[in-house]
C-alpha cells in the first residue's frame, strides 16, 4: 500500500511538472540575445543562462513602482475606450499600480462603489524597440467588462491610426476564456485610407500564468502562446510594389520602433467589452515578467553603382557642390566616391535614400538642385525599373516620374516638380538611367595587350579565377592573364 501510494504520488508530480513545462513552454531563442527584462539579474540568472552584457539589461523595473519609472511611463487618461478611466493622480495611481515580488499588478476598481467611478491602470515603455522576440508572462482574470491586454504601439506614428499599425499580442475581453492577438493597420490594397483591416487569432486561455510571445521580423509577426504558434499575419508578395509602392507602408507598417504597453481597462456598453463594469469586483493583471530579445543587427550589405544616362551613355550621374548633375570624366578604375552611389534603405515603405560613396551627399529635394550632406535631411526616392528604359527616381508620393511635353521622365527634386536630375539639370534631357555594379564597369575595362575585355565577350563562358599577386588583382582565363588596369586592392 505504501509503495503503491508512493508510485501515484510520484505519478501526480511528474503529471504536475509536465503539464506545468507545458503550460509554460516558451519559443526558440537561438541567434537571440536579451536587450530588456523587467527581472532583477538575480531573478532573471536563475531562469536563464546570461551573459554579462545581458545581466546588465535586467532592471528590476516591477521592484517597485519609482524603479519601473525610470523605463515606464503612467497611461494618461484619454479619450479613446482602453484609457479614458486612467488614473490620473498619485493618489489613485498608488490604487491600482502595485508591485510585490517582482511582479506587476495592474488593477481596476470602483472608488465608491459605484460604476460610473471607476479607475483603470496603464503603463507604457519609453523606449520603443524594432524586430525580436517580445515575451510577457502574464495573468488575468475573466469577469464581466474585464479588458486587459499587452500591445504596441509605434514611436512615430507615421499616417495616424491605424495606417499607423497596432499590433496586439494579448487581448482578453469580458468573461471569454479566449486570447486575442492581433495586427491592425490601414488601406492594404485598394488605398481606402482610414478603413481598418484587421487579421486576429486567437487562443483559449484560463486564469493561470501564460507565456504571450511576438517574434516580429522584416517580413513577418508572429504569436504564440506558450510557446505554440497562435497566429502570423507576413507581408503579401504578390502585390506589385514596382506600380505601386505606396502598398508596402499601407500593407506592413512595422518597420520602425513600437513600444510596450501593459493595462488592465474595462469594457462599456459599446464596443469590445460590451457591458459596464461590475463595481463590487477588482479587476487584475499581472505581469510576471517582460522581456525582449533581438538578434544582432545585420548590416546593410551595400553596393555601389555608376549611374548611367541610358539616351546619352556618355554622361554619368554624379554629386558636388553645383548639385546633382552629367558628367562624362568617369574613371572606372579610379572611381570617383561622388560618382559612386548607393541606395540604403528607408525602413517606413520601399523609398530609399540615394547616397554617394564618399557619404557627403545625398539626393534630396532642395529649391535650387543641389545634393546636401548626409544627415541633414535627406530625401527617400522610390526606385522605378522598366525592363526597356532602365530605372527612374521618383520624389513624388504616389505617381512615376513626370512626363514632358517632350516624353521624357524626370526625376523629381522639389515638390512644384520644376528642377530633375538629368544629364545637364535642365527639363529636356531624359532621366531614365542604367545602374552599373562597379564590378560590371570595372570587368568591362580590363585590358589584354591594349583591347577590350568586355562583360559580353564569348571568352567569358568558361570559367575565370581571381587571384591577388604583389597587392594587385589578376585574372585567370583560358591559360592567359589579365590585369585591372589602376586598381589596386586595399
Known amino acids: 500500500m505504501h509503495i503503491l501510494l508512493r508510485r501515484l504520488l510520484l505519478t501526480s508530480l511528474l503529471f504536475f511538472v509536465l503539464s506545468s513545462a507545458t503550460a509554460l513552454a516558451q519559443i526558440d531563442k537561438f541567434g537571440y540575445h536579451l536587450v530588456y527584462s523587467s527581472e532583477s539579474p538575480e531573478a532573471a540568472s536563475a531562469a536563464m543562462d546570461l551573459t554579462d552584457e545581458e545581466l546588465e539589461c535586467c532592471t528590476g523595473d516591477f521592484l517597485s513602482t519609482e524603479n519601473f519609472e525610470r523605463n515606464w511611463l503612467?497611461?494618461?487618461?484619454?479619450?479613446?475606450?482602453?484609457?479614458?478611466?486612467?488614473?490620473?493622480?498619485?493618489?489613485?495611481?498608488?490604487?491600482?499600480?502595485?508591485?510585490?515580488?517582482?511582479?506587476?499588478?495592474?488593477?481596476?476598481?470602483?472608488?465608491?462603489?459605484?460604476?460610473?467611478?471607476?479607475?483603470?491602470?496603464?503603463?507604457?515603455?519609453?523606449?520603443?524597440y524594432k524586430y525580436g522576440i517580445f515575451e510577457i508572462k502574464a495573468k488575468c482574470n475573466p469577469h464581466k467588462s474585464n479588458?486587459?491586454?499587452?500591445?504596441?504601439?509605434?514611436s512615430n506614428p507615421y499616417g495616424g491610426w491605424p495606417n499607423c499599425g497596432e499590433i496586439d499580442i494579448m487581448e482578453q475581453v469580458g468573461t471569454s476564456s479566449t486570447i486575442y492577438s492581433t495586427v491592425h493597420l490601414g488601406a492594404r490594397y485598394d488605398q481606402k485610407v482610414g478603413k481598418n483591416y484587421s487579421w486576429s487569432g486567437s487562443k483559449w486561455v484560463d486564469t493561470g500564468y501564460h507565456i504571450y510571445s511576438l517574434l516580429w521580423t522584416k517580413?513577418?509577426?508572429?504569436?504564440?502562446?506558450?510557446?505554440?504558434?497562435?497566429?502570423?499575419?507576413?507581408?503579401?508578395?504578390?502585390?506589385?510594389?514596382?506600380?505601386?509602392?505606396?502598398?508596402?507602408?499601407a500593407q506592413f507598417p512595422y518597420n520602425e520602433a513600437y513600444y510596450i504597453i501593459l493595462d488592465q481597462a474595462l469594457g462599456s456598453n459599446s464596443g469590445w467589452g460590451n457591458e459596464d463594469p461590475d463595481p463590487s469586483f477588482t479587476y487584475e493583471m499581472t505581469v510576471d515578467y517582460v522581456r525582449i530579445f533581438q538578434a544582432p543587427a545585420e548590416e546593410e550589405k551595400l553596393e555601389y553603382y555608376f549611374i548611367q544616362n541610358v539616351e546619352e551613355p556618355a554622361y554619368y550621374m554624379t554629386a558636388s557642390e553645383e548639385g546633382l548633375v552629367g558628367t562624362t570624366d568617369i574613371d572606372f578604375q579610379n572611381p570617383d566616391p561622388d560618382a559612386l552611389f548607393?541606395?540604403?534603405?528607408?525602413?517606413?515603405?520601399?523609398?530609399?535614400?540615394?547616397?554617394?560613396?564618399?557619404?557627403?551627399?545625398?539626393?534630396?529635394?532642395?529649391?535650387?538642385?543641389?545634393?546636401?550632406?548626409?544627415?541633414?535631411?535627406?530625401?527617400?526616392?522610390?526606385?522605378?525599373?522598366?525592363?526597356?528604359?532602365?530605372?527612374?527616381?521618383?520624389?513624388?508620393?504616389?505617381?512615376?516620374?513626370?512626363t514632358f511635353v517632350d516624353g521624357s521622365r524626370a526625376l523629381i527634386l522639389n515638390e512644384k516638380k520644376d528642377y530633375i536630375v538629368s544629364t545637364s539639370g535642365t527639363s529636356k534631357a531624359s532621366a531614365w538611367w542604367k545602374l552599373i555594379s562597379v564590378e560590371d564597369a570595372q570587368a568591362a575595362s580590363i585590358e589584354e595587350n591594349g583591347g577590350l575585355w568586355t562583360k559580353g565577350d564569348q571568352r567569358r563562358e568558361s570559367a575565370v579565377r581571381k587571384v591577388v599577386r604583389d597587392n594587385r588583382l589578376v585574372i585567370l582565363h583560358n591559360g592567359r592573364e589579365y590585369t585591372v588596369t589602376g586598381s589596386r586592392l586595399k
Not at 479588458?147 to 509605434?154: I, K, L, Q, R
Not at 517580413?219 to 505606396?246: A, I, N
Not at 517606413?348 to 538642385?369: C, E, F, L, P
Request: net charge positive.
Open 147 to 154: 479588458f486587459p491586454a499587452v500591445w504596441m504601439m509605434p
Open 342 to 402: 548607393c541606395f540604403p534603405s528607408m525602413d517606413a515603405g520601399t523609398k530609399k535614400y540615394i547616397r554617394t560613396q564618399s557619404q557627403k551627399w545625398v539626393m534630396s529635394q532642395s529649391v535650387n538642385n543641389k545634393a546636401i550632406p548626409l544627415g541633414e535631411g535627406g530625401v527617400p526616392y522610390y526606385i522605378l525599373r522598366d525592363e526597356e528604359k532602365g530605372v527612374a527616381f521618383d520624389y513624388a508620393k504616389d505617381t512615376y516620374p513626370a
Open 74 to 128: 503612467y497611461c494618461p487618461r484619454q479619450t479613446s475606450k482602453w484609457n479614458m478611466r486612467m488614473a490620473e493622480n498619485d493618489e489613485d495611481r498608488a490604487k491600482v499600480h502595485l508591485c510585490e515580488d517582482g511582479k506587476l499588478r495592474l488593477l481596476a476598481l470602483s472608488l465608491d462603489g459605484t460604476k460610473t467611478n471607476c479607475i483603470t491602470s496603464g503603463i507604457k515603455m519609453k523606449q520603443g
Open 219 to 249: 517580413s513577418s509577426l508572429t504569436f504564440y502562446c506558450d510557446g505554440k504558434q497562435v497566429f502570423k499575419y507576413q507581408k503579401d508578395g504578390s502585390l506589385d510594389l514596382q506600380k505601386h509602392p505606396e502598398y508596402e507602408h
